[in-house]
Protein backbone atom coordinates (compact mmCIF):
# COMPACT_ATOMS: atom_id res chain seq x y z
CA UNK A 1 0.00 0.00 0.00
CA UNK A 2 3.03 2.25 -0.52
CA UNK A 3 1.91 5.79 -1.77
CA UNK A 4 -1.67 4.40 -2.03
CA UNK A 5 -4.27 6.76 -0.77
CA UNK A 6 -7.01 4.37 -1.38
CA UNK A 7 -7.01 0.64 -1.32
CA UNK A 8 -9.54 -1.81 -1.81
CA UNK A 9 -9.40 -5.70 -3.09
CA UNK A 10 -12.40 -7.84 -3.41
CA UNK A 11 -14.80 -5.61 -1.52
CA UNK A 12 -18.42 -5.15 -2.20
CA UNK A 13 -21.03 -1.59 -2.01
CA UNK A 14 -23.90 -2.79 0.63
CA UNK A 15 -26.57 -1.68 2.49
CA UNK A 16 -28.20 -2.25 5.51
CA UNK A 17 -30.25 -4.76 2.63
CA UNK A 18 -28.68 -5.97 0.20
CA UNK A 19 -24.98 -5.88 -1.83
CA UNK A 20 -25.33 -3.40 -5.16
CA UNK A 21 -21.94 -4.36 -6.30
CA UNK A 22 -19.73 -7.05 -5.36
CA UNK A 23 -15.80 -7.74 -6.59
CA UNK A 24 -14.77 -4.11 -6.10
CA UNK A 25 -11.06 -4.11 -6.75
CA UNK A 26 -8.67 -0.19 -6.71
CA UNK A 27 -6.14 1.51 -5.63
CA UNK A 28 -5.46 5.22 -5.49
CA UNK A 29 -2.21 6.35 -5.66
CA UNK A 30 -1.22 9.55 -5.19
CA UNK A 31 -0.37 11.16 -8.81
CA UNK A 32 -2.66 9.68 -10.64
CA UNK A 33 -5.91 11.04 -12.28
CA UNK A 34 -9.32 8.65 -12.14
CA UNK A 35 -12.52 8.94 -14.25
CA UNK A 36 -15.11 6.77 -12.81
CA UNK A 37 -16.93 6.05 -15.91
CA UNK A 38 -20.44 4.07 -16.72
CA UNK A 39 -24.70 3.72 -18.04
CA UNK A 40 -26.59 5.49 -15.76
CA UNK A 41 -27.33 2.94 -13.45
CA UNK A 42 -24.41 0.87 -13.87
CA UNK A 43 -23.12 1.44 -10.06
CA UNK A 44 -20.93 4.39 -10.02
CA UNK A 45 -22.83 6.68 -8.07
CA UNK A 46 -23.21 3.54 -5.45
CA UNK A 47 -19.28 3.31 -5.45
CA UNK A 48 -18.81 6.58 -5.13
CA UNK A 49 -21.35 7.15 -2.18
CA UNK A 50 -19.64 4.14 -0.05
CA UNK A 51 -16.41 5.72 -0.82
CA UNK A 52 -17.09 9.27 0.51
CA UNK A 53 -19.48 7.54 3.01
CA UNK A 54 -22.00 10.69 2.07
CA UNK A 55 -25.94 10.09 1.84
CA UNK A 56 -28.78 8.50 3.38
CA UNK A 57 -28.71 5.84 2.09
CA UNK A 58 -25.49 4.74 3.87
CA UNK A 59 -23.60 2.25 1.57
CA UNK A 60 -21.05 0.97 2.54
CA UNK A 61 -17.36 -0.97 1.14
CA UNK A 62 -18.04 -4.38 3.07
CA UNK A 63 -14.78 -6.42 3.68
CA UNK A 64 -15.16 -10.30 3.72
CA UNK A 65 -12.98 -12.86 3.77
CA UNK A 66 -9.80 -12.10 1.79
CA UNK A 67 -10.91 -8.55 1.74
CA UNK A 68 -8.85 -5.59 2.06
CA UNK A 69 -9.90 -1.69 2.58
CA UNK A 70 -7.67 1.24 3.39
CA UNK A 71 -9.14 5.03 2.88
CA UNK A 72 -6.97 7.80 3.87
CA UNK A 73 -10.01 9.74 3.44
CA UNK A 74 -12.15 7.54 5.99
CA UNK A 75 -13.13 10.37 7.58
CA UNK A 76 -16.38 11.87 6.07
CA UNK A 77 -15.26 15.97 6.56
CA UNK A 78 -12.49 15.35 4.54
CA UNK A 79 -15.24 14.07 1.43
CA UNK A 80 -17.19 16.05 -1.17
CA UNK A 81 -19.36 15.13 -3.62
CA UNK A 82 -20.21 18.20 -6.14
CA UNK A 83 -23.25 16.36 -8.56
CA UNK A 84 -26.54 17.03 -9.82
CA UNK A 85 -27.69 14.88 -7.65
CA UNK A 86 -26.47 16.21 -4.35
CA UNK A 87 -27.21 19.73 -5.54
CA UNK A 88 -30.93 18.27 -6.18
CA UNK A 89 -30.86 17.19 -2.56
CA UNK A 90 -29.73 20.22 -1.13
CA UNK A 91 -32.96 22.11 -2.54
CA UNK A 92 -34.50 19.00 -1.36
CA UNK A 93 -33.89 20.44 2.08
CA UNK A 94 -34.38 23.84 1.35
CA UNK A 95 -37.73 23.11 0.51
CA UNK A 96 -38.33 20.81 3.67
CA UNK A 97 -36.68 23.94 6.21
CA UNK A 98 -38.87 26.69 4.71
CA UNK A 99 -40.48 28.84 7.28
CA UNK A 100 -42.24 31.32 5.04
CA UNK A 101 -45.46 31.24 7.17
CA UNK A 102 -43.33 32.55 10.11
CA UNK A 103 -41.63 35.25 8.27
CA UNK A 104 -42.49 38.89 8.11
CA UNK A 105 -43.26 39.37 4.00
CA UNK A 106 -44.04 35.72 4.22
CA UNK A 107 -41.06 35.11 2.07
CA UNK A 108 -38.19 32.84 3.33
CA UNK A 109 -35.40 32.90 1.40
CA UNK A 110 -33.62 29.97 2.82
CA UNK A 111 -29.78 29.50 3.41
CA UNK A 112 -27.59 32.12 1.47
CA UNK A 113 -24.50 30.72 -0.93
CA UNK A 114 -22.79 32.76 1.69
CA UNK A 115 -24.02 31.10 4.63
CA UNK A 116 -24.02 27.20 3.21
CA UNK A 117 -20.41 28.04 2.53
CA UNK A 118 -19.15 29.09 6.14
CA UNK A 119 -21.56 26.22 7.41
CA UNK A 120 -19.19 24.15 5.09
CA UNK A 121 -16.12 25.42 6.74
CA UNK A 122 -17.69 24.96 10.20
CA UNK A 123 -18.41 21.15 9.50
CA UNK A 124 -15.41 20.42 8.37
CA UNK A 125 -13.96 21.92 11.69
CA UNK A 126 -16.52 19.59 13.19
CA UNK A 127 -18.54 22.94 14.58
CA UNK A 128 -22.21 23.82 13.74
CA UNK A 129 -23.25 26.92 12.02
CA UNK A 130 -27.27 27.26 12.70
CA UNK A 131 -29.44 29.03 10.71
CA UNK A 132 -30.03 32.56 12.55
CA UNK A 133 -26.28 32.87 13.64
CA UNK A 134 -24.13 35.32 12.67
CA UNK A 135 -21.44 34.80 10.13
CA UNK A 136 -17.62 34.86 11.14
CA UNK A 137 -16.55 38.17 9.62
CA UNK A 138 -14.17 37.01 7.62
CA UNK A 139 -17.48 35.74 5.47
CA UNK A 140 -18.27 39.19 4.81
CA UNK A 141 -15.53 39.64 2.19
CA UNK A 142 -15.76 36.44 0.29
CA UNK A 143 -16.90 38.17 -2.60
CA UNK A 144 -13.01 38.97 -3.30
CA UNK A 145 -11.48 35.05 -2.60
CA UNK A 146 -9.93 33.41 -5.70
CA UNK A 147 -11.92 30.55 -5.31
CA UNK A 148 -15.48 32.36 -5.28
CA UNK A 149 -14.38 34.40 -8.12
CA UNK A 150 -13.15 31.45 -10.39
CA UNK A 151 -16.51 29.55 -9.76
CA UNK A 152 -18.44 32.98 -10.66
CA UNK A 153 -20.37 33.32 -7.65
CA UNK A 154 -19.15 36.83 -6.47
CA UNK A 155 -22.79 37.99 -7.15
CA UNK A 156 -25.42 35.53 -6.32
CA UNK A 157 -23.52 34.99 -2.55
CA UNK A 158 -26.48 36.25 -0.91
CA UNK A 159 -28.70 34.67 -3.23
CA UNK A 160 -31.22 31.67 -1.64
CA UNK A 161 -29.77 28.47 -2.79
CA UNK A 162 -33.64 27.87 -3.93
CA UNK A 163 -33.54 30.85 -6.24
CA UNK A 164 -29.92 29.71 -7.79
CA UNK A 165 -29.89 27.93 -11.18
CA UNK A 166 -28.79 24.54 -12.00
CA UNK A 167 -25.05 26.02 -12.66
CA UNK A 168 -25.09 28.28 -9.74
CA UNK A 169 -26.08 25.98 -6.79
CA UNK A 170 -23.08 23.65 -8.39
CA UNK A 171 -20.70 26.21 -8.79
CA UNK A 172 -21.47 27.55 -4.90
CA UNK A 173 -20.99 23.61 -3.93
CA UNK A 174 -17.74 23.53 -5.56
CA UNK A 175 -16.43 27.20 -4.02
CA UNK A 176 -17.98 25.80 -0.85
CA UNK A 177 -15.76 22.10 -0.86
CA UNK A 178 -12.54 23.99 -2.49
CA UNK A 179 -13.14 26.61 0.65
CA UNK A 180 -13.55 23.99 3.44
CA UNK A 181 -10.04 22.43 2.15
CA UNK A 182 -11.90 19.06 1.65
CA UNK A 183 -9.04 16.44 1.12
CA UNK A 184 -11.09 14.25 -1.35
CA UNK A 185 -13.26 15.84 -4.26
CA UNK A 186 -15.50 13.70 -6.86
CA UNK A 187 -17.15 16.08 -9.04
CA UNK A 188 -19.67 14.00 -11.29
CA UNK A 189 -20.86 15.51 -14.24
CA UNK A 190 -19.31 19.16 -13.64
CA UNK A 191 -19.98 20.62 -16.75
CA UNK A 192 -23.56 19.51 -17.45
CA UNK A 193 -25.22 22.83 -17.20
CA UNK A 194 -22.96 25.30 -17.68
CA UNK A 195 -22.38 28.40 -19.79
CA UNK A 196 -19.41 28.46 -22.33
CA UNK A 197 -17.53 30.66 -20.71
CA UNK A 198 -17.80 28.91 -17.09
CA UNK A 199 -17.48 25.10 -18.99
CA UNK A 200 -13.92 27.04 -19.99
CA UNK A 201 -13.27 27.97 -16.85
CA UNK A 202 -14.16 24.51 -14.97
CA UNK A 203 -12.46 22.85 -17.43
CA UNK A 204 -9.02 24.04 -17.16
CA UNK A 205 -9.48 24.28 -13.25
CA UNK A 206 -10.09 20.67 -13.40
CA UNK A 207 -7.72 19.48 -15.53
CA UNK A 208 -5.11 21.67 -13.51
CA UNK A 209 -5.82 20.46 -9.99
CA UNK A 210 -6.44 16.67 -11.35
CA UNK A 211 -2.90 16.52 -12.82
CA UNK A 212 -1.46 18.22 -10.49
CA UNK A 213 -3.23 18.17 -7.01
CA UNK A 214 -2.08 21.69 -6.12
CA UNK A 215 -4.29 24.98 -6.94
CA UNK A 216 -1.80 27.08 -7.38
CA UNK A 217 -0.30 25.18 -10.53
CA UNK A 218 0.36 27.29 -13.27
CA UNK A 219 -2.27 24.88 -15.17
CA UNK A 220 -4.88 25.96 -13.07
CA UNK A 221 -6.07 29.63 -13.58
CA UNK A 222 -9.04 31.78 -14.35
CA UNK A 223 -9.17 30.91 -17.97
CA UNK A 224 -9.48 33.14 -21.15
CA UNK A 225 -8.62 36.98 -21.11
CA UNK A 226 -11.54 38.87 -21.31
CA UNK A 227 -14.64 37.95 -19.17
CA UNK A 228 -14.60 38.85 -15.62
CA UNK A 229 -13.82 35.12 -14.25
CA UNK A 230 -11.29 35.13 -17.22
CA UNK A 231 -9.33 38.54 -16.84
CA UNK A 232 -5.79 36.38 -16.02
CA UNK A 233 -5.27 38.45 -13.51
CA UNK A 234 -6.50 35.93 -10.78
CA UNK A 235 -4.24 32.49 -10.75
CA UNK A 236 -4.98 30.56 -7.73
CA UNK A 237 -2.91 30.16 -4.62
CA UNK A 238 -1.43 33.53 -6.09
CA UNK A 239 0.59 35.74 -3.65
CA UNK A 240 -2.40 37.59 -1.66
CA UNK A 241 -5.07 35.03 -2.44
CA UNK A 242 -6.86 33.60 0.63
CA UNK A 243 -5.34 30.20 -0.74
CA UNK A 244 -2.31 31.26 -1.25
CA UNK A 245 -1.50 32.51 1.47
CA UNK A 246 -2.28 29.17 3.81
CA UNK A 247 -0.64 26.94 1.85
CA UNK A 248 -3.25 25.07 0.93
CA UNK A 249 -2.46 22.08 -1.79
CA UNK A 250 -5.67 21.05 -3.48
CA UNK A 251 -7.53 18.15 -2.67
CA UNK A 252 -7.28 15.13 -4.69
CA UNK A 253 -10.08 14.77 -7.66
CA UNK A 254 -11.64 12.18 -8.82
CA UNK A 255 -13.75 12.52 -11.79
CA UNK A 256 -16.83 10.93 -12.30
CA UNK A 257 -18.59 11.39 -16.14
CA UNK A 258 -21.49 9.85 -18.50
CA UNK A 259 -19.97 10.88 -21.90
CA UNK A 260 -16.55 10.75 -23.44
CA UNK A 261 -16.14 13.23 -25.50
CA UNK A 262 -16.25 15.92 -22.36
CA UNK A 263 -13.51 13.63 -20.81
CA UNK A 264 -10.32 15.89 -19.71
CA UNK A 265 -6.91 14.91 -21.59
CA UNK A 266 -5.08 14.85 -18.32
CA UNK A 267 -7.10 11.68 -16.85
CA UNK A 268 -4.54 8.90 -16.57
CA UNK A 269 -7.10 5.81 -15.46
CA UNK A 270 -10.22 5.05 -15.88
CA UNK A 271 -13.03 2.23 -13.66
CA UNK A 272 -15.70 1.25 -15.52
CA UNK A 273 -19.22 0.13 -14.10
CA UNK A 274 -21.60 -1.48 -16.16
CA UNK A 275 -24.99 -4.00 -14.96
CA UNK A 276 -23.70 -3.65 -10.97
CA UNK A 277 -19.98 -4.53 -11.82
CA UNK A 278 -16.49 -3.39 -12.32
CA UNK A 279 -16.07 -3.71 -16.37
CA UNK A 280 -12.62 -2.07 -16.52
CA UNK A 281 -10.02 -1.31 -14.22
CA UNK A 282 -6.76 0.39 -15.66
CA UNK A 283 -4.58 2.70 -17.44
CA UNK A 284 -6.87 5.28 -19.85
CA UNK A 285 -4.48 4.26 -22.80
CA UNK A 286 -6.05 0.72 -22.17
CA UNK A 287 -8.98 1.82 -21.71
CA UNK A 288 -9.45 2.77 -25.09
CA UNK A 289 -8.25 -0.19 -26.48
CA UNK A 290 -10.80 -1.95 -24.47
CA UNK A 291 -13.26 0.34 -25.86
CA UNK A 292 -14.58 1.18 -28.83
CA UNK A 293 -15.94 4.81 -29.29
CA UNK A 294 -16.20 5.15 -32.81
CA UNK A 295 -19.47 6.05 -34.05
CA UNK A 296 -21.52 2.64 -35.39
CA UNK A 297 -24.09 2.87 -37.37
CA UNK A 298 -27.38 2.36 -36.16
CA UNK A 299 -30.10 3.58 -38.91
CA UNK A 300 -31.74 0.28 -38.42
CA UNK A 301 -32.01 1.08 -34.78
CA UNK A 302 -33.57 4.58 -35.22
CA UNK A 303 -36.00 2.82 -38.19
CA UNK A 304 -37.17 0.59 -35.11
CA UNK A 305 -37.19 2.90 -32.87
CA UNK A 306 -39.26 5.52 -35.04
CA UNK A 307 -41.63 3.09 -35.61
CA UNK A 308 -42.17 1.73 -31.76
CA UNK A 309 -42.49 5.60 -30.63
CA UNK A 310 -44.89 6.29 -33.64
CA UNK A 311 -47.27 2.84 -31.88
CA UNK A 312 -46.70 3.77 -28.38
CA UNK A 313 -47.69 7.40 -28.96
CA UNK A 314 -51.00 6.43 -31.53
CA UNK A 315 -51.84 4.17 -27.87
CA UNK A 316 -52.04 7.05 -25.62
CA UNK A 317 -54.29 9.01 -27.45
CA UNK A 318 -57.08 6.62 -25.96
CA UNK A 319 -56.08 7.92 -22.60
CA UNK A 320 -56.05 11.57 -24.02
CA UNK A 321 -59.78 13.12 -24.12
CA UNK A 322 -60.11 15.15 -27.42
CA UNK A 323 -62.44 17.67 -25.67
CA UNK A 324 -59.24 18.01 -23.00
CA UNK A 325 -57.35 19.26 -25.76
CA UNK A 326 -59.48 21.45 -27.24
CA UNK A 327 -58.39 24.87 -27.27
CA UNK A 328 -62.03 26.31 -27.39
CA UNK A 329 -62.38 24.75 -24.32
CA UNK A 330 -60.32 27.30 -22.27
CA UNK A 331 -62.22 30.34 -21.08
CA UNK A 332 -62.15 33.53 -23.00
CA UNK A 333 -60.36 31.95 -25.81
CA UNK A 334 -60.38 34.22 -29.35
CA UNK A 335 -61.75 32.59 -32.20
CA UNK A 336 -59.65 34.66 -34.90
CA UNK A 337 -56.95 32.60 -36.96
CA UNK A 338 -54.13 34.95 -35.43
CA UNK A 339 -54.77 33.63 -31.94
CA UNK A 340 -55.28 30.27 -32.17
CA UNK A 341 -51.53 30.02 -33.94
CA UNK A 342 -49.89 32.11 -31.40
CA UNK A 343 -49.45 29.55 -27.94
CA UNK A 344 -48.12 32.11 -25.84
CA UNK A 345 -47.01 35.95 -26.12
CA UNK A 346 -45.53 38.55 -23.93
CA UNK A 347 -45.55 42.23 -24.06
CA UNK A 348 -42.75 44.18 -22.45
CA UNK A 349 -42.32 41.98 -19.84
CA UNK A 350 -40.35 42.87 -16.99
CA UNK A 351 -39.00 40.18 -13.97
CA UNK A 352 -36.81 40.42 -11.26
CA UNK A 353 -35.83 40.12 -7.24
CA UNK A 354 -33.12 42.16 -4.95
CA UNK A 355 -33.60 45.21 -7.10
CA UNK A 356 -32.50 43.46 -10.10
CA UNK A 357 -34.40 42.66 -13.36
CA UNK A 358 -33.93 39.51 -15.01
CA UNK A 359 -36.24 39.84 -17.59
CA UNK A 360 -36.13 43.47 -18.69
CA UNK A 361 -38.74 44.94 -21.37
CA UNK A 362 -39.30 41.45 -23.22
CA UNK A 363 -41.55 40.92 -26.09
CA UNK A 364 -41.83 37.26 -27.73
CA UNK A 365 -44.54 35.13 -29.28
CA UNK A 366 -44.51 31.39 -29.36
CA UNK A 367 -46.52 30.02 -32.44
CA UNK A 368 -47.76 26.75 -32.84
CA UNK A 369 -45.07 24.68 -34.84
CA UNK A 370 -42.00 26.75 -34.15
CA UNK A 371 -39.85 24.94 -32.32
CA UNK A 372 -37.36 27.07 -30.16
CA UNK A 373 -34.11 27.06 -28.99
CA UNK A 374 -33.26 28.86 -25.95
CA UNK A 375 -30.12 30.05 -24.76
CA UNK A 376 -27.98 32.00 -22.62
CA UNK A 377 -24.80 32.03 -19.65
CA UNK A 378 -26.21 30.75 -16.24
CA UNK A 379 -28.44 32.82 -14.32
CA UNK A 380 -29.17 35.25 -17.24
CA UNK A 381 -33.13 34.50 -16.77
CA UNK A 382 -33.64 31.44 -19.46
CA UNK A 383 -35.52 29.04 -16.46
CA UNK A 384 -37.49 32.24 -15.33
CA UNK A 385 -39.39 32.87 -18.69
CA UNK A 386 -40.06 29.21 -18.89
CA UNK A 387 -41.19 29.67 -14.97
CA UNK A 388 -43.95 32.48 -16.69
CA UNK A 389 -45.25 29.66 -19.24
CA UNK A 390 -46.16 26.81 -16.57
CA UNK A 391 -47.30 29.59 -14.14
CA UNK A 392 -44.71 28.80 -11.48
CA UNK A 393 -43.40 32.20 -10.85
CA UNK A 394 -46.05 34.52 -9.38
CA UNK A 395 -44.98 37.88 -11.27
CA UNK A 396 -46.53 36.47 -14.38
CA UNK A 397 -49.65 38.20 -12.87
CA UNK A 398 -48.50 41.50 -12.80
CA UNK A 399 -47.37 41.25 -16.40
CA UNK A 400 -48.92 41.16 -19.83
CA UNK A 401 -48.79 37.37 -20.87
CA UNK A 402 -51.45 35.60 -22.84
CA UNK A 403 -51.33 31.43 -23.27
CA UNK A 404 -53.11 29.83 -25.19
CA UNK A 405 -55.39 33.07 -25.89
CA UNK A 406 -55.72 33.99 -22.46
CA UNK A 407 -54.65 36.69 -20.21
CA UNK A 408 -53.14 35.28 -17.71
CA UNK A 409 -54.66 36.80 -14.39
CA UNK A 410 -57.99 36.88 -15.52
CA UNK A 411 -59.55 34.37 -14.05
CA UNK A 412 -58.40 31.05 -15.52
CA UNK A 413 -57.56 27.76 -13.64
CA UNK A 414 -54.09 26.77 -13.62
CA UNK A 415 -54.94 23.16 -14.25
CA UNK A 416 -56.48 24.06 -17.34
CA UNK A 417 -53.03 25.60 -18.49
CA UNK A 418 -51.19 22.79 -16.97
CA UNK A 419 -53.05 20.00 -19.08
CA UNK A 420 -51.78 21.51 -22.45
CA UNK A 421 -47.81 21.49 -20.99
CA UNK A 422 -45.64 18.82 -20.87
CA UNK A 423 -42.82 19.81 -18.57
CA UNK A 424 -39.18 18.83 -17.89
CA UNK A 425 -36.70 20.79 -15.70
CA UNK A 426 -34.64 20.82 -12.75
CA UNK A 427 -37.66 22.12 -10.23
CA UNK A 428 -39.85 19.05 -11.22
CA UNK A 429 -37.34 16.77 -10.88
CA UNK A 430 -36.73 18.14 -7.20
CA UNK A 431 -40.24 18.10 -6.36
CA UNK A 432 -40.78 14.34 -7.99
CA UNK A 433 -37.54 13.14 -5.46
CA UNK A 434 -39.67 13.84 -2.99
CA UNK A 435 -42.09 11.78 -3.66
CA UNK A 436 -39.46 8.76 -4.70
CA UNK A 437 -41.43 5.93 -3.13
CA UNK A 438 -44.03 6.44 -6.50
CA UNK A 439 -43.03 3.50 -9.36
CA UNK A 440 -41.58 4.24 -12.79
CA UNK A 441 -44.66 2.93 -14.01
CA UNK A 442 -46.99 5.68 -11.87
CA UNK A 443 -44.79 8.35 -13.03
CA UNK A 444 -45.52 8.06 -16.21
CA UNK A 445 -49.36 7.62 -15.54
CA UNK A 446 -49.29 10.82 -13.44
CA UNK A 447 -48.37 12.40 -16.69
CA UNK A 448 -51.78 12.17 -17.76
CA UNK A 449 -53.06 13.88 -14.68
CA UNK A 450 -50.95 16.45 -14.49
CA UNK A 451 -49.65 15.76 -10.57
CA UNK A 452 -46.40 14.94 -9.12
CA UNK A 453 -47.12 11.56 -7.87
CA UNK A 454 -50.21 9.94 -8.87
CA UNK A 455 -53.13 9.61 -6.36
CA UNK A 456 -55.89 7.83 -8.29
CA UNK A 457 -55.85 4.40 -9.21
CA UNK A 458 -55.06 4.06 -12.77
CA UNK A 459 -56.94 1.95 -15.51
CA UNK A 460 -55.33 -1.31 -17.00
CA UNK A 461 -55.57 1.13 -20.18
CA UNK A 462 -53.35 3.22 -18.95
CA UNK A 463 -50.77 0.75 -17.25
CA UNK A 464 -50.60 -1.12 -20.90
CA UNK A 465 -49.57 2.62 -22.20
CA UNK A 466 -47.30 3.29 -19.18
CA UNK A 467 -45.32 -0.16 -19.74
CA UNK A 468 -44.70 0.69 -24.02
CA UNK A 469 -43.25 4.26 -22.80
CA UNK A 470 -40.86 2.52 -20.46
CA UNK A 471 -40.05 -0.46 -22.91
CA UNK A 472 -39.50 2.40 -25.52
CA UNK A 473 -36.59 3.92 -23.41
CA UNK A 474 -35.28 0.29 -22.40
CA UNK A 475 -36.98 0.30 -18.44
CA UNK A 476 -38.92 -3.45 -19.62
CA UNK A 477 -39.32 -4.99 -16.40
CA UNK A 478 -38.95 -2.58 -14.22
CA UNK A 479 -41.96 -0.54 -14.06
CA UNK A 480 -42.47 -1.14 -10.19
CA UNK A 481 -38.94 0.10 -9.07
CA UNK A 482 -39.72 3.13 -7.21
CA UNK A 483 -38.51 6.35 -9.05
CA UNK A 484 -36.05 6.84 -5.67
CA UNK A 485 -34.33 3.69 -7.12
CA UNK A 486 -32.95 4.60 -9.84
CA UNK A 487 -30.08 6.64 -10.88
CA UNK A 488 -30.25 10.56 -11.29
CA UNK A 489 -29.96 10.12 -14.84
CA UNK A 490 -32.75 7.40 -15.16
CA UNK A 491 -35.03 9.31 -13.51
CA UNK A 492 -34.69 12.37 -16.00
CA UNK A 493 -35.14 9.43 -18.76
CA UNK A 494 -38.52 8.41 -17.00
CA UNK A 495 -39.37 12.68 -16.29
CA UNK A 496 -39.31 13.01 -20.54
CA UNK A 497 -41.36 9.65 -20.88
CA UNK A 498 -44.23 11.97 -18.50
CA UNK A 499 -43.74 14.95 -20.29
CA UNK A 500 -44.06 13.81 -24.06
CA UNK A 501 -47.01 11.19 -22.71
CA UNK A 502 -49.93 13.47 -23.65
CA UNK A 503 -49.10 14.76 -26.48
CA UNK A 504 -48.82 18.65 -24.83
CA UNK A 505 -49.17 21.30 -26.97
CA UNK A 506 -46.14 22.94 -25.55
CA UNK A 507 -43.22 21.15 -24.63
CA UNK A 508 -41.17 22.66 -22.11
CA UNK A 509 -37.34 21.02 -22.06
CA UNK A 510 -34.43 22.76 -19.79
CA UNK A 511 -31.59 21.15 -19.98
CA UNK A 512 -33.50 17.27 -20.53
CA UNK A 513 -30.30 15.77 -21.32
CA UNK A 514 -28.70 16.33 -17.50
CA UNK A 515 -27.16 13.27 -16.18
CA UNK A 516 -28.18 11.30 -18.93
CA UNK A 517 -25.38 8.59 -20.67
CA UNK A 518 -24.75 8.58 -24.66
CA UNK A 519 -27.30 6.02 -25.07
CA UNK A 520 -30.33 7.54 -23.32
CA UNK A 521 -28.69 11.02 -24.80
CA UNK A 522 -29.28 9.15 -27.99
CA UNK A 523 -32.52 8.29 -27.46
CA UNK A 524 -34.00 11.12 -26.08
CA UNK A 525 -32.62 13.57 -28.64
CA UNK A 526 -33.89 10.89 -31.42
CA UNK A 527 -37.24 11.05 -28.90
CA UNK A 528 -37.62 15.01 -29.34
CA UNK A 529 -36.53 14.93 -33.65
CA UNK A 530 -40.03 12.34 -33.84
CA UNK A 531 -42.01 14.58 -31.83
CA UNK A 532 -41.00 17.69 -33.77
CA UNK A 533 -41.80 15.60 -37.03
CA UNK A 534 -45.21 14.60 -35.67
CA UNK A 535 -46.65 18.08 -35.78
CA UNK A 536 -48.88 18.40 -32.95
CA UNK A 537 -46.35 19.49 -29.87
CA UNK A 538 -44.58 22.39 -30.19
CA UNK A 539 -41.01 22.04 -28.24
CA UNK A 540 -39.30 24.99 -26.41
CA UNK A 541 -35.71 23.63 -25.61
CA UNK A 542 -32.77 25.10 -23.40
CA UNK A 543 -29.85 23.78 -23.20
CA UNK A 544 -25.59 24.98 -23.14
CA UNK A 545 -24.04 22.24 -25.74
CA UNK A 546 -24.01 22.61 -29.19
CA UNK A 547 -24.12 18.85 -29.84
CA UNK A 548 -27.67 18.83 -28.75
CA UNK A 549 -29.17 21.54 -30.77
CA UNK A 550 -31.76 19.82 -33.00
CA UNK A 551 -32.21 19.96 -36.87
CA UNK A 552 -36.16 21.09 -36.32
CA UNK A 553 -34.98 24.07 -34.02
CA UNK A 554 -35.23 26.73 -36.70
CA UNK A 555 -36.19 29.68 -34.02
CA UNK A 556 -33.33 30.71 -31.30
CA UNK A 557 -34.33 33.07 -28.18
CA UNK A 558 -30.70 34.05 -27.16
CA UNK A 559 -30.54 35.96 -24.18
CA UNK A 560 -27.65 38.74 -23.46
CA UNK A 561 -27.71 40.01 -20.13
CA UNK A 562 -25.45 42.79 -20.45
CA UNK A 563 -26.76 44.65 -23.60
CA UNK A 564 -29.33 46.40 -24.35
CA UNK A 565 -31.46 44.71 -25.46
CA UNK A 566 -31.11 41.82 -23.23
CA UNK A 567 -32.20 39.50 -25.67
CA UNK A 568 -32.15 39.15 -29.80
CA UNK A 569 -34.23 36.45 -31.83
CA UNK A 570 -32.70 34.50 -34.87
CA UNK A 571 -33.87 32.55 -37.22
CA UNK A 572 -32.25 29.60 -40.08
Not at 527 to 546: F, R, S
Request: hydrophobic share 35%; aromatic share 8%; net charge negative.
Amino acid sequence: MKNSLISIKNCAVSDSKKTFIKNVNWELKNGEFWLVFGENGGGKAEFLRALCGIGPEKFVLNCEDNSEYFNDFLDSCDCEIVSLEQAAKLIEEERLNDESEFVDGGVDIGRTGRFYIAQKIYETENKKLLKNEPLPAKMQNLENDEVVKLCGISKILDRGLKYMSTGEIRRTMLAAALLSKKKFLVLSNPFAGLDVESRKILFDFVCGIGSTGELGSPNCTLGSAGGELGSGKCTLGSEGSSLGSTGFRGPIVVLCMDRWHEIPESITHVIEFSNKEVSFCGTKQDFLSFKNFEKADDTDNLVDFSKQFAETLEDSSVCVKDDDLDSGNLQNQSDSKESEEILFELKNVNVGWDGKLVLKNLSWKLKKGEHWLIQGPNGCGKTTLLELITGDNKQVYCNDVTIFGIKRGSGESIWDIKKHLGIVSYRLHVEYRMVGNTSIQNVIISGFKDSIGLYETPTDVEIQIAKKWLSLAGFEGRELESFGSLSYGEQRAVLILRSVVKSPKILILDEPCHGLDENYRKKILNLMELIAEKGKTTMLHVTHDITEILSCEKHTLQFVPEEEPMYKIERR
